[in-house]
């Protein structure tokens, strides 16, 4: 098994380089102004509205780079006594999966014009294979195999379903989302509700900055920003124009994060068209929201676990429940 590679930090240090410097420009330049121009009640409002939403950004964000994502115990070979069944099974999905890659890409190339000379093409790459394999591919169903157990050969260990080997890593991540180089870290079942509370407060902290400095151009005619000397109007004039970029990214991205969490798929499962068609882990809004946020709602919004135990037996986690195991044993069936 390969060793985990070491996180990259060059990014996690640029993202508090500028989360330390908006705030800056934001709170003890900007906001300390409306207060010295005596608007008390809105400079009061800002701060605390503001302070609230960069204390949660941060408590999310260390803990996003801090938990691990979700790793497959190192004993859950064990569970399995038909392993080497599951071992073969992958494979031949694996070269199934490859093989469709491949006729989807020609297709996207090809178009309809020279669809014939596609599946020609297809044929003879095709007949190189095992005839069985053949008929496997043309009879796979990816929504059945992506509910199963499958092997991974780069950690020597079974993967349950939604899990998927990082390669930036070197490890399997359950229900793995993507890998985040903002955070050093993957982003999976157990600190994807942190990404997102994050994403969250930051598109509410950028996003009063903005709101705060246009406001006091469509209120006060820029009174507040041009009572700075001339030094301070740059720092803000770069504030604006850096906070209108990030709400905008971040936002779009916090949106995104959002749609996904309420379908319960992951960024990796958006990409295979098939779940878009028909998503088998779409159990209904409030259940895929408890699936990452957690089943107590009072602590959505808190940056804590929400699967403590899961935390405490990622081996009971792992495990197939039993009508999986009985989904399991008819696909190895098929192989035999």
């Known amino acids: 098994m390969q060793k985990?590679?070491?996180?990259?930090?060059?990014?996690?240090?640029?993202?508090?380089?500028?989360?330390?410097?908006?705030?800056?420009?934001?709170?003890?330049?900007?906001?300390?102004?409306?207060?010295?121009?005596?608007?008390?009640?809105?400079?009061?409002?800002?701060?605390?509205?503001?302070?609230v939403n960069v204390f949660f950004m941060l408590a999310n964000y260390y803990q996003c780079i801090?938990?691990?994502?979700?790793?497959?115990?190192?004993?859950?070979?064990?569970?399995?006594?038909?392993?080497?069944?599951?071992?073969?099974?992958?494979?031949?999905?694996?070269?199934?999966?490859?093989?469709?890659?491949?006729?989807?890409?020609?297709?996207?190339?090809?178009?309809?014009?020279?669809?014939?000379?596609?599946?020609?093409?297809i044929d003879i790459e095709l007949s190189n294979q095992k005839e069985q394999l053949k008929n496997e591919m043309m009879n796979f169903d990816i929504i059945r195999s992506i509910?199963?157990?499958?092997?991974?050969?780069?950690?020597?260990?079974?993967?349950?379903?939604?899990?998927?080997?990082?390669?930036?890593?070197?490890?399997?991540?359950?229900?793995?989302?993507?890998?985040?180089?903002?955070?050093?870290?993957?982003?999976?079942?157990?600190?994807?509700?942190?990404?997102?509370?994050?994403?969250?407060?930051?598109?509410?902290?950028?996003?009063?900055?903005?709101?705060?400095?246009?406001?006091d151009y469509i209120f006060n005619d820029g009174a507040i920003k041009h009572s700075l000397n001339k030094a301070n109007r740059l720092c803000i004039t770069v504030n604006q124009v850096m906070t209108f970029g990030l709400v905008m990214c971040i936002g779009f991205l916090f949106i995104f994060q959002v749609i996904r969490m309420?379908?319960?798929?992951?960024?990796?499962?958006?990409h295979i068209e098939e779940i878009n068609e028909r998503n088998p882990f779409d159990k209904g809004t409030v259940s895929n929201i408890s699936e990452i946020l957690g089943e107590n709602k009072i602590f959505w919004f808190c940056p804590i676990n929400p699967f403590t135990r899961i935390k405490k037996n990622s081996l009971q986690y792992s495990t197939f429940d039993q009508e999986n195991r009985d989904q399991e044993n008819q696909q190895n069936d098929l192989y035999q």
């Open 66 to 121: 801090c938990t691990p994502p979700g790793s497959v115990s190192p004993d859950i070979n064990e569970l399995y006594p038909n392993l080497e069944q599951i071992k073969e099974r992958s494979a031949k999905e694996q070269k199934i999966k490859i093989l469709l890659r491949k006729e989807k890409k020609q297709k996207k190339k090809t178009g309809n014009n020279n669809l014939q000379n596609h599946e020609n093409t």
């Open 262 to 270: 309420l379908k319960n798929q992951t960024t990796v499962e958006y």
């Open 147 to 215: 509910q199963q157990v499958s092997y991974c050969v780069k950690c020597d260990r079974i993967k349950p379903p939604r899990t998927h080997h990082c390669k930036e890593c070197n490890r399997c991540v359950q229900r793995m989302d993507h890998h985040c180089p903002w955070v050093a870290n993957c982003v999976g079942i157990q600190n994807h509700k942190y990404f997102i509370l994050f994403l969250l407060h930051a598109t509410l902290s950028v996003g009063t900055c903005c709101v705060n400095i246009t406001a």
């Open 4 to 51: 985990s590679s070491s996180p990259n930090w060059i990014p996690v240090i640029l993202v508090l380089i500028i989360i330390g410097t908006n705030y800056y420009f934001q709170q003890f330049i900007f906001i300390q102004q409306m207060f010295e121009q005596e608007y008390t009640a809105a400079g009061l409002f800002v701060t605390i509205f503001l302070n």
